[in-house]
């Protein structure tokens, strides 16, 4: 796990971040987009506004994506809003769907426009080095649905992209809540495998310490954990165990979205988890695409093939026998009951 060097003053952090943002940014020609993640009120949106706040000041003004539909509203200016172009209340109305429904609903009619955003980034990846996304509050709709599996696909196909999961240390403070907060991370990786940033916000309200020392030694979150002694001491270790392996590589920062705390060691995580991306996960996303485009190619000369025999067979004159429905009035077989014997 990378945590904040403790032993070093804020001062050598801050030169040393910033020398690794100049000396990554040389090395980039696209912009890294950043998606952000996490538990309702763990601060994604404070966190978006505040980083905006915090790149102007570097004079390096981000490209900005909202994709909460149902946010009432941002403290900040976005160059796409999802709210822009759909109105979730009325998704709710048209369709009789709940608020998560209707969410839902909205983020994936977003997405059937997203080639649309890529193409607006696109044009303007030479202005902004950072594109920020802002998600939905639950993080469930995003993580559990088809359309962030597309807009996460869509940008990790094209350019460095970077998960930065934000953690409310303050609700936190509970083992078993942190547990949970952990393990929703530990399966978030897995399904996009996309590097990850670990924020611990609020630090502003509370010392991340303790969460910190809980990832770097599991001994001492074991015993922070089986204070409450149920039956769930078994699984308790077997989940802490496997917590332990994912910890190990999993960048961490302690932040504050309120004060802009520990942005300095933010930018350069993110600049790290981008340069892991390039080494490590785009030739794996490349190996995918291609995989998929020989399957794409496998189908499209099967279909091909498929037209020719049926040409070949005098398939006109089979379809007319099967468009006419048999006289047992059997709904389900069409055509003669002899050409169905099954
Ligand atoms: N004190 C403090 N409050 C914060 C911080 N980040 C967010 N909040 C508050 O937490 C609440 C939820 O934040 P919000 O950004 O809306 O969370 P989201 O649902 O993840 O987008 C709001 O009342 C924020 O003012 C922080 O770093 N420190
Ligand atoms: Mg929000």
């Not at 538990?39 to 978006?48: D, H, Q, T, V, Y």
């Not at 990790?156 to 403070?173: G, M, N």
């Not at 520990?262 to 996303?285: Q, V």
Request: charged share 20%; with cysteine; net charge negative.
């Amino acid at each position: 796990m990378e945590v904040d060097q403790e032993s070093k003053t804020t001062e050598t952090m801050q030169s040393d971040s910033t020398q690794n943002i100049n000396q990554t940014i040389l090395n980039t020609e696209q912009p890294i987009c950043v998606i952000t993640l996490g538990m309702a009120g763990s601060g994604k949106s404070s966190l978006i506004s505040k980083l905006i706040t915090y790149l102007y000041g570097k004079n390096m003004p981000p490209y900005v994506v909202n994709c909460d539909p149902a946010c009432l509203n941002t403290d900040y200016l976005c160059n796409v809003d999802i709210r822009d172009t759909i109105h979730y209340k009325n998704v709710m109305q048209k369709y009789g769907l709940g608020p998560n429904g209707s969410i839902i609903t909205s983020l994936n009619l977003f997405v059937t426009n997203f080639d649309q955003v890529i193409g607006l980034i696109d044009k303007r990846k030479e202005q902004h080095k950072y594109v920020l996304f802002d998600t939905p509050g639950q993080v469930e709709v995003f993580t559990w649905s088809a359309s962030g599996s597309i807009i996460t696909e869509a940008l990790a196909s094209k350019y460095p992209t970077v998960i930065l999961f934000v953690i409310d240390t303050v609700r936190s403070h509970n083992p078993t809540t942190f547990m949970s907060n952990m393990l929703y991370a530990c399966s978030i990786v897995y399904k996009y495998k996309l590097p990850m940033i670990v924020a611990l916000n609020k630090n502003d309200v509370i010392d991340t310490k303790f969460a910190i020392e809980w990832m770097q030694n599991s001994e001492i979150f074991e015993a922070a954990i089986n204070k409450d002694p149920t039956y769930m001491a078994c699984l308790n270790q077997a989940l802490t165990s496997a917590l332990d392996i994912f910890y190990q590589d999993l960048p961490v920062v302690s932040i504050s979205a309120k004060t802009g705390q520990g942005f300095d060691n933010l930018i350069a995580s993110i600049h790290t988890a981008a340069k892991d991306y390039e080494e490590n996960y785009r030739p794996e996303i490349e190996r995918r695409k291609q995989e998929e485009q020989v399957r794409q190619l496998n189908r499209e000369t099967n279909d091909l093939k498929l037209n020719e025999d049926n040409a070949e067979d005098n398939v006109p004159e089979r379809n007319d026998s099967l468009a006419k429905p048999n006289n047992d009035e059997d709904l389900i077989t069409f055509g003669p009951k002899k050409s169905f014997e099954f």
